[in-house]
């Protein structure tokens, strides 16, 4: 591993974790920099058919760094694992460039058939903690998912996806690496002010018409359910 290559991995630290102080504490702390490190002498060693010897350092490193990454994974530039732990990476995964992945990411398989069953990301991705994404699937570049997504579709380039499955709630989004869990789309949230939405037409509708008729109105509960909810549902948007 060349000096430059090393320098760029610790400018990648700094650039992309704010915690991060000094040059001396990431050599030293930083797990997902170590594992990143020790898969390229597993890959090297896997690409040149030491297999057992590429599988046994990796399992190692899994041991050392809490990070598995298999030997045949290919992972680009400037690649960078926040915190690391439980990030698991699968053998025909691939990695594009100025990737991040936050803890407990897994990028796993979902056939036993020896083909490539692991996801593709493309560059400027970044993957939210504890997202699962399996099968081999393309993320396209600048692409953002959500903490906590299993995501089994491919997602188009700069899109954002979010849910259980994962379902694109953006687009195109004008910043690759920002991720603020905190102002990400709703869906469930968003279909449920729409019913509501929906639910008041159809009651003013009808008022109209009971007026329009002579006919008695109808007391109804629903006035009051459905301020509730719009109650709660506003209290969830201004939290975040």
Request: net charge positive.
């Amino acid at each position: 591993m060349c000096f430059k290559t090393l320098k760029e991995d610790l400018d990648t630290v700094f650039a992309r974790d704010p915690a991060a102080r000094n040059t001396v504490e990431v050599l030293l702390c930083y797990p997902g920099l170590h594992a990143l490190w020790m898969h390229r002498t597993t890959h090297f060693l896997w690409s040149h058919r030491f297999h057992l010897a590429g599988r046994l350092l990796s399992h190692w490193s899994r041991f050392w760094t809490g990070i598995e990454i298999h030997p045949g994974a290919k992972i680009g530039r400037r690649c960078f694992i926040d915190h690391g732990s439980g990030v698991v990476i699968g053998e025909t995964a691939e990695i594009g460039d100025d990737v991040l992945l936050y803890q407990g990411v897994v990028l796993g398989g979902t056939t036993l058939e020896k083909k490539k069953r692991h996801p593709t990301l493309g560059n400027h991705v970044v993957v939210g903690a504890a997202a699962i994404l399996l099968g081999p699937i393309i993320i396209g570049a600048g692409a953002r998912i959500g903490a906590n997504s299993v995501v089994v579709k491919s997602v188009p380039p700069g899109a954002t996806v979010v849910g259980v499955p994962g379902r694109v709630v953006v687009h195109t989004h004008p910043e690759p690496l920002d991720l603020e869990h905190g102002h990400l789309p709703d869906p469930v949230n968003e279909a449920i002010r729409l019913l509501i939405e929906e639910q008041r037409k159809l009651e003013q509708r009808l008022k109209i018409l009971e007026s329009a008729s002579g006919a008695p109105s109808v007391k109804s509960d629903n006035e009051l359910k459905l301020s509730a909810i719009e109650k709660i549902l506003q209290d969830k948007n201004n939290q975040k």
